[in-house]
């Protein structure tokens, strides 16, 4: 029995190894055969049974050949030009250039360059510079010292290739003896299109008489006759400039430069006309043009002659240049004439003029439309005398030279142009008038006129209205300027300003000198004839300690804090009057004291230095420097700044104090009468003084402040703004508000010790003008305190 459960157990062993082996055997090898695809099979099993195929484990290959670790081109950091018109190619049109000789610079050149210098792109007059004069007035000239008369042309050709050949599509090379008729010149070719090589003018055979033998340059353009090469011309030429000054043999230019050209772009000979666009010329074979103008005027060749050759003097020039400027008004005249018709007639009274764009006058553009009510341009009204309600600060004003000249020439032409339509008309007097200026469109008049109509017996009133508009508007050339300049920063002080002071040298300790600006702070104190200026009495003791204290702080940044002192005499040494606080001038009725500060600091500055006068009761902001930095130039221009001043919204309550917030109505107002900030260069201020000397005299030392003491300043310099004006130099003044310098702390300081109110009340502006007296609240505010005012009045006197 047992026997047979040993050999049972062992059965069931057999017949499972024997099963195991064959499942094995018969088992596929991918088990993705036995399993069934499922609709919900995500993209990752897909992906796991891509993978399968290729093994179960991944080896990642890296194919470097096709992927190499360096890149084999490296990238470039593309530069863009400054301009515009550099990066897209675009070139002034025409450069002409005068073959000239050193004994008519004074005659020809000159008078050339007074009928054309104005109507081309660029003019340069070329002579030989074996013997050149200094004293030259034309300046625009270029001396060769190779005097060979035979490779000056190619001179000529190799400077302006190397100087001006991506500046200009054409070039005319001309003699001294020829009249450029530049308007219509430069009109032509314009027409021309500059992707072709140009070689154009007058063939030298063409102006031979029948039976003369022709030259060997007969094929080539005359040079006294002008000669116009395109910008590819002169860029083939100087590829193959060694060639033509070989082959320069003879001086006879039109043969040089017409084979150079020859061989250069494969130009045969020269061309009269390209693109259908004629470049002639006229030879002035025995006519005088002093005495046969009149008969050659009448020649169709004459009037349509881009040059007029050979003229031998300079009234010539004039004579000629005269003349054709008025041909050439005439026919813009009457081109704007069909224009206009043309313009008047386009829609056939089916189309308003607004959707054509067809105004009045005819080119002039519309004024732009307002934003706001307050970008509205409003309209003055004005008499041959005065103006009314000039700004809201004054209801009259004389008008100035040029205004009231201005207003009487309109005058004039407004009553020719009466008489012209209407000749039974006579004029009495003017009604009124009206004027706005606008930027965009120009200065607007309504002239209202009274007239006596001698047909009907019956005065009438006429209404006009003229416009100015504005014309060629050009570019003022200033020299560069940079925004690194050192600005050294003078700030006159008073006895009573040193709180104010204090103030200021704070603002700018943290301003310039915690920023590393590159600016030098000088303060100046005016001592009284009494006043001690040692030991602890002296009154300016604490700036003078916050100086020494700063400039030790900023030692190694190279900023420091100066000051010199001046002794006023005892004409000028009375007591502050408390008055003088209404006046905008940090100097009250002394304004002429900013001359004593600047004459005696600028001997301790230098002369080539950025100054700039400064006041104890300002405030600005780095951004500001920057402008004065920008606009003030050496030798050009001087700059003036209209500082914004604050009111006093912490005492008064009628405006929200914000020191940093933006400029507004109600929380001050550009003090147009405060000159007490302007920046100028030492030099241009010495010389400008100097001119000046015996109306103002120069303080040198503290003796000197005497003699400023009897000059009047009613009729006389009272700044130095007004000093380079009164100067009448080349110096341009510039006059521009600017928002980031901030006025009126001199008064805050008085009220935040005055809070009841009490010594403001004693207070009198003793200005004369009332523009000088300080404002502490618009018109608006204090209406509506009046009105308050008024109304709680009545309110009491009804409850009683």
């Given at each position: 029995?047992?026997?047979?459960?040993?050999?049972?157990?062992?059965?069931?062993?057999?017949?499972?190894?024997?099963?195991?082996?064959?499942?094995?055997?018969?088992?596929?090898?991918?088990l993705?055969?036995?399993?069934t695809?499922?609709?919900?099979?995500?993209?990752k099993?897909?992906?796991?049974?891509?993978e399968?195929?290729?093994?179960?484990?991944?080896e990642?290959?890296?194919n470097?050949e096709?992927k190499?670790?360096?890149?084999?081109?490296?990238?470039?950091n593309?530069?863009?030009?400054?301009?515009?018109?550099?990066?897209l190619?675009?070139?002034?049109?025409?450069?002409?250039g005068?073959?000239?000789?050193?004994?008519?610079?004074d005659?020809?050149?000159?008078?050339?360059?007074?009928?054309?210098?104005?109507?081309?792109?660029k003019?340069?007059?070329f002579?030989?510079?074996?013997?050149v004069?200094?004293?030259?007035?034309?300046?625009?000239?270029?001396?060769?010292?190779?005097?060979?008369?035979?490779?000056?042309?190619?001179?000529?050709?190799?400077?302006i290739a190397d100087?001006?050949?991506?500046d200009?599509?054409?070039?005319?090379?001309v003699?001294?003896t020829?009249?450029?008729?530049?308007?219509?010149?430069?009109?032509?070719?314009?027409?021309?299109?500059?992707?072709?090589?140009?070689?154009m003018?007058?063939?030298?055979?063409?102006?031979?008489?029948?039976?003369?033998?022709?030259p060997a340059?007969?094929?080539?353009?005359?040079l006294?006759?002008?000669?116009?090469?395109?910008?590819s011309?002169?860029?083939k030429?100087?590829?193959?400039?060694?060639?033509?000054?070989?082959?320069?043999?003879?001086?006879?230019?039109?043969?040089?430069?017409?084979?150079?050209?020859?061989?250069?772009?494969?130009?045969?000979?020269c061309?009269?006309?390209?693109?259908?666009?004629?470049?002639?010329?006229?030879?002035l074979?025995?006519y005088?043009i002093?005495?046969d103008?009149?008969l050659?005027?009448h020649?169709?060749?004459?009037?349509?002659?881009?040059?007029?050759?050979?003229?031998?003097?300079a009234?010539?020039?004039?004579l000629?240049?005269?003349?054709?400027?008025?041909?050439?008004?005439?026919?813009?005249?009457?081109?704007k004439?069909?224009?206009?018709?043309?313009?008047?007639?386009?829609?056939?009274g089916?189309?308003?003029?607004?959707?054509l764009?067809?105004?009045w006058?005819?080119?002039?553009?519309k004024?732009?439309?307002?934003?706001?009510?307050?970008?509205?341009?409003?309209?003055?009204?004005l008499n041959?005398?005065?103006?009314?309600m000039?700004?809201?600060?004054?209801?009259?004003r004389?008008?100035?030279?040029?205004?009231?000249?201005?207003?009487?020439?309109?005058?004039?032409?407004?009553?020719?142009e009466?008489?012209?339509?209407?000749?039974?008309?006579e004029?009495?007097?003017?009604?009124?008038?009206?004027?706005?200026?606008?930027?965009?469109?120009?200065?607007?008049y309504?002239?209202?006129l009274?007239?006596y109509?001698?047909?009907r017996?019956?005065?009438?009133?006429?209404?006009?209205?003229?416009?100015?508009?504005?014309?060629?508007?050009e570019?003022?050339?200033s020299?560069?300027?940079?925004?690194?300049?050192?600005?050294?920063?003078?700030?006159?002080t008073?006895?009573?300003?040193?709180?104010e002071?204090?103030?200021?040298?704070?603002?700018?300790?943290?301003v310039?000198?915690?920023?590393?600006?590159?600016?030098?702070l000088?303060?100046?104190?005016?001592?009284r004839?009494?006043?001690?200026?040692?030991?602890?009495?002296d009154?300016?003791?604490?700036?003078?300690?916050?100086a020494?204290?700063?400039?030790?702080?900023?030692?190694?940044?190279?900023?420091?804090?100066?000051?010199?002192?001046?002794?006023?005499?005892p004409?000028?040494s009375?007591?502050?009057?408390?008055?003088?606080?209404?006046s905008?001038?940090?100097?009250?009725?002394?304004?002429?004291?900013?001359?004593?500060?600047?004459d005696l600091?600028?001997?301790?500055?230098?002369?080539?230095?950025?100054?700039?006068?400064?006041?104890?009761?300002a405030?600005?902001?780095?951004?500001?420097?920057n402008?004065?930095?920008?606009?003030?130039?050496?030798?050009?221009?001087?700059?003036?700044?209209?500082?914004?001043?604050m009111?006093?919204?912490?005492?008064?309550k009628?405006?929200?104090?914000?020191?940093?917030?933006?400029?507004?109505?109600?929380?001050?107002?550009?003090?147009?009468?405060?000159?007490?900030?302007?920046?100028?260069?030492?030099?241009?201020?010495?010389?400008?003084?100097?001119?000046?000397?015996?109306?103002?005299?120069?303080?040198?030392?503290?003796?000197?402040?005497?003699?400023?003491?009897?000059?009047t300043?009613?009729?006389?310099i009272?700044n130095?703004?007004?000093?380079?004006?009164?100067?009448n130099?080349?110096?341009h003044?510039?006059?521009g508000?600017e928002?980031?310098?901030r006025?009126?702390?001199?008064?805050?300081?008085?009220l935040a010790?005055?809070?009841?109110?009490?010594?403001l009340?004693?207070?009198r502006?003793?200005?004369s003008n009332?523009e000088?007296c300080?404002?502490?609240?618009?018109?608006k505010?204090i209406?509506?305190v009046?009105?308050?005012?008024?109304n709680?009045q009545?309110?009491?006197?009804?409850?009683?």
């Amino acid at each position: 029995m047992w026997k047979l459960c040993n050999i049972s157990r062992n059965q069931y062993f057999l017949v499972g190894l024997l099963i195991g082996f064959l499942y094995s055997y018969y088992m596929p090898q991918d088990l993705t055969e036995i399993v069934t695809e499922c609709p919900e099979a995500t993209e990752k099993e897909h992906l796991l049974g891509e993978e399968a195929k290729y093994g179960s484990e991944f080896e990642p290959q890296l194919n470097l050949e096709q992927k190499p670790m360096i890149a084999k081109k490296q990238v470039k950091n593309i530069v863009r030009p400054r301009y515009y018109y550099t990066e897209l190619g675009i070139r002034e049109k025409l450069f002409v250039g005068v073959m000239t000789t050193q004994e008519n610079i004074d005659s020809l050149a000159t008078a050339i360059n007074k009928t054309s210098a104005h109507l081309v792109n660029k003019i340069k007059f070329f002579i030989n510079a074996d013997n050149v004069k200094t004293n030259f007035k034309l300046k625009n000239i270029v001396g060769f010292t190779d005097t060979r008369e035979n490779l000056r042309p190619f001179h000529v050709l190799k400077y302006i290739a190397d100087n001006y050949l991506d500046d200009y599509d054409y070039f005319l090379l001309v003699t001294d003896t020829g009249y450029v008729n530049a308007s219509l010149l430069k009109e032509r070719l314009s027409h021309i299109s500059i992707s072709f090589d140009v070689y154009m003018g007058t063939a030298h055979g063409a102006t031979l008489h029948e039976g003369e033998d022709k030259p060997a340059d007969a094929q080539y353009c005359d040079l006294h006759a002008g000669i116009v090469l395109s910008s590819s011309v002169i860029r083939k030429i100087r590829a193959n400039l060694d060639w033509c000054v070989r082959s320069a043999v003879s001086n006879q230019h039109n043969l040089n430069i017409g084979r150079c050209v020859k061989y250069s772009s494969k130009i045969d000979g020269c061309q009269p006309s390209w693109q259908d666009i004629n470049v002639t010329s006229y030879k002035l074979n025995s006519y005088k043009i002093y005495r046969d103008l009149h008969l050659i005027k009448h020649e169709d060749a004459f009037n349509r002659a881009s040059v007029v050759y050979p003229i031998t003097t300079a009234d010539d020039f004039y004579l000629l240049h005269a003349y054709f400027s008025r041909v050439h008004l005439e026919r813009i005249n009457h081109q704007k004439q069909q224009i206009h018709e043309q313009a008047s007639t386009i829609s056939n009274g089916t189309l308003p003029n607004d959707i054509l764009e067809v105004r009045w006058p005819l080119g002039v553009p519309k004024p732009n439309p307002p934003e706001s009510r307050h970008d509205i341009v409003p309209w003055t009204h004005l008499n041959l005398t005065h103006s009314f309600m000039w700004n809201s600060e004054v209801n009259v004003r004389p008008l100035s030279t040029v205004d009231a000249e201005d207003i009487r020439n309109i005058l004039n032409k407004t009553i020719l142009e009466a008489f012209r339509t209407n000749p039974d008309l006579e004029y009495r007097a003017i009604h009124s008038a009206y004027r706005k200026f606008d930027a965009v469109r120009g200065m607007d008049y309504r002239m209202h006129l009274n007239f006596y109509d001698r047909k009907r017996r019956q005065p009438v009133l006429k209404s006009f209205e003229v416009v100015k508009p504005i014309g060629l508007i050009e570019i003022v050339p200033s020299p560069y300027v940079t925004e690194s300049t050192r600005i050294a920063i003078l700030l006159p002080t008073f006895e009573h300003q040193v709180p104010e002071a204090l103030q200021f040298v704070q603002n700018y300790e943290r301003v310039c000198m915690d920023n590393q600006d590159n600016t030098f702070l000088m303060l100046i104190f005016y001592y009284r004839a009494d006043t001690p200026s040692k030991g602890d009495e002296d009154v300016f003791l604490p700036l003078k300690n916050l100086a020494l204290g700063l400039t030790e702080k900023h030692k190694q940044d190279g900023s420091r804090v100066a000051w010199v002192s001046i002794r006023l005499p005892p004409e000028l040494s009375a007591p502050f009057n408390m008055n003088h606080l209404y006046s905008t001038s940090l100097y009250g009725p002394n304004q002429l004291l900013s001359f004593v500060a600047t004459d005696l600091a600028l001997r301790k500055i230098g002369l080539d230095s950025l100054v700039m006068i400064c006041s104890s009761a300002a405030t600005f902001r780095s951004d500001f420097l920057n402008r004065v930095r920008m606009n003030t130039i050496a030798g050009f221009q001087v700059f003036s700044p209209i500082g914004f001043t604050m009111y006093p919204c912490r005492w008064t309550k009628l405006c929200k104090e914000c020191d940093g917030c933006d400029v507004g109505q109600s929380s001050g107002y550009f003090d147009r009468a405060n000159y007490d900030v302007v920046s100028f260069y030492s030099r241009d201020y010495v010389e400008s003084r100097k001119l000046l000397e015996q109306q103002l005299p120069i303080v040198r030392s503290d003796r000197d402040i005497v003699n400023l003491v009897n000059y009047t300043q009613e009729d006389g310099i009272q700044n130095v703004a007004e000093l380079f004006v009164r100067a009448n130099t080349k110096i341009h003044v510039l006059r521009g508000i600017e928002p980031n310098l901030r006025l009126g702390r001199a008064m805050e300081n008085f009220l935040a010790a005055d809070p009841e109110g009490e010594q403001l009340a004693a207070l009198r502006c003793e200005e004369s003008n009332e523009e000088r007296c300080v404002r502490i609240a618009s018109k608006k505010q204090i209406g509506d305190v009046l009105v308050q005012y008024g109304n709680s009045q009545q309110e009491n006197e009804v409850k009683k």
